[in-house]
């Protein structure tokens, strides 16, 4: 099997075998977590050739392009595969120690793996009406998810989800649309070559802003970010981490590959656009999160927030920064599915998410409180971790281009991001616990299969810090490619533009 197509055929075929095992929960958590397994080691060796041989192109029934179906991979959506895979294999994992049996009865490994399709296939597709397809597979398998169960919090949250996710959608296909009648394709490699000849600059640009209400929604950024806190508490805890880890982060995806692409923000206009954007997501969110007082809607906010940091290396738009969005993605994908699956046992464990109901964690579970602290510290930057060398990068991009309030407004939100994870630590782990023998008894098999998931992202957050020399040369080389995308056209199109 093509090493392009491995990370979306692979789940499809395992999400059809697990519906056909619906009546057996072990055959479809092997299927799970046998498949995530696999599709880490296809997409390192995906990244690993990428790495040694450049962009590489696929063209579905070999129909040239930009007539046919386009698979394409540079570093920066091998790195994404990566990180989708990383992330569905915790989640597997994870969710076979959740042991959520009612929800595994209607489909739940089908619609996780179904959902990796889409987000594999949203990183790899090299045409923007694919990109809108793997899309409506993310906004299908991702609302039945979020509503499976059919809980009153679960319902209110999906209508929500879906609704604004729905607007997202009609834009995205009107934008396309539009983009297709003003320049006649939509294979990005194309549209790469035929933008920049393209007489009606005005009509670009608006098509372009269109692009960005739809991915801009998607990603969750200033000002329509509030269908994310509103539900992503709401459904079980590694449902609530595999959205926190991926689906805003394939908007961001979509946002930095279609603003380096197809319409720089250098000499533009939007990119001011852009810069209040990034510092007003930075701001909300963390304030939004400051007057949380439960354990996901404080983390829900946060993902908001830290979204704006990610904007920002794009709004900026020079190599450093963009590098500094990249590296900040691969710390940002593993630290947020890693606080959220804490939450989770915190959940198992207590039954409730209020911080002041609970307490006494770091005396009763003290290695659950050293695995939160290394997410939450390394989300609030602090150094040797990842997120320190993420908002470096970020900060010293921007000092450079003396965009001096935007650089405030990342210092700023860091310093609130840290007061919230110790108020999360002071709340959840120090304090005395309020309502003594509450716990669930859990037998000690389930408690190791929630925690493995966590100590592995630890680990490879731990392991990002530790390694953010190569990684960084990882996430420059990406950037590099982005700002020049002539190896991804000659990859697609077989000549250079």
């Not at 799970?32 to 192109?57: D, W």
Request: aromatic residues 12%; proline residues 5%; charged residues 10%.
């Amino acid at each position: 099997m093509n090493l392009l197509a491995a990370p979306i055929v692979i789940p499809l075929l395992l999400a059809t075998l697990a519906l056909l095992g619906m009546r057996s929960h072990r055959w479809q958590q092997a299927l799970a977590v046998g498949g995530a397994a696999l599709l880490v080691l296809v997409s390192f060796r995906l990244l690993f050739r990428v790495r040694e041989e450049g962009a590489l192109a696929l063209q579905v029934g070999n129909w040239p392009a930009p007539f046919g179906i386009t698979l394409a991979a540079d570093l920066l959506g091998a790195i994404m595969v990566v990180l989708s895979s990383v992330t569905g294999l915790a989640i597997a994992l994870y969710s076979v120690g959740a042991r959520e049996t009612a929800r595994e009865r209607f489909g739940y490994y089908p619609l996780v793996l179904l959902l990796l399709m889409g987000v594999n296939g949203a990183f790899l597709t090299g045409d923007v009406f694919n990109l809108y397809v793997c899309f409506e597979v993310m906004l299908m398998a991702s609302f039945v998810l979020l509503a499976l169960g059919g809980e009153k919090p679960q319902i209110e949250g999906g209508v929500k989800y879906v609704a604004l996710n729905f607007f997202s959608s009609a834009l995205f296909l009107a934008a396309a649309g539009l983009l297709y009648g003003a320049v006649g394709t939509l294979n990005m490699a194309d549209l790469a070559v035929k933008i920049p000849a393209a007489e009606d600059g005005g009509l670009l640009t608006a098509i372009g802003l269109l692009f960005l209400a739809a991915f801009g929604i998607k990603a969750a950024i200033f000002p329509l970010f509030f269908w994310l806190p509103a539900s992503y508490h709401t459904p079980p805890p590694a449902v609530s981490a595999l959205f926190a880890g991926l689906l805003t982060k394939v908007g961001v995806y979509a946002l930095i590959r279609f603003f380096t692409m197809l319409f720089p923000l250098e000499a533009s206009f939007t990119q001011p656009l852009m810069m209040w954007l990034a510092a007003l997501t930075m701001i909300t969110g963390v304030l939004g999160a400051a007057a949380q007082h439960e354990f996901r809607r404080v983390l829900s906010f946060h993902i908001v927030s830290q979204i704006g940091y990610m904007i920002m290396g794009l709004a900026l738009f020079t190599p450093l920064a963009l590098a500094g969005s990249i590296f900040y993605i691969m710390h940002h994908i593993i630290v947020k599915t890693n606080l959220f699956l804490v939450s989770g046992v915190v959940h198992y464990l207590r039954g409730t998410g209020e911080l002041k109901e609970l307490g006494g964690f770091y005396r009763a579970r003290p290695w659950l409180a050293i695995l939160f602290l290394v997410p939450a510290m390394s989300l609030a930057g602090l150094p040797p971790l990842s997120g320190f060398f993420a908002k470096l990068a970020l900060v010293v991009a921007g000092l450079r281009e003396a965009a001096w309030a935007l650089v405030a407004s990342a210092l700023a939100v860091s310093l609130l991001t840290l007061y919230s994870m110790t108020k999360i630590w002071g709340e959840v782990f120090w304090k005395a616990d309020p309502t003594p023998n509450a716990e669930a008894a859990m037998e000690p098999a389930r408690y190791r299969m929630l925690v493995w998931p966590i100590v592995l992202l630890a680990a490879v957050t731990v392991a990002i810090g530790f390694s953010a020399g190569p990684m960084f040369a990882l996430a420059v080389d990406a950037a590099g490619q982005l700002a020049n995308p002539s190896a991804y056209i000659r990859a697609v199109l077989g000549t250079a533009p």
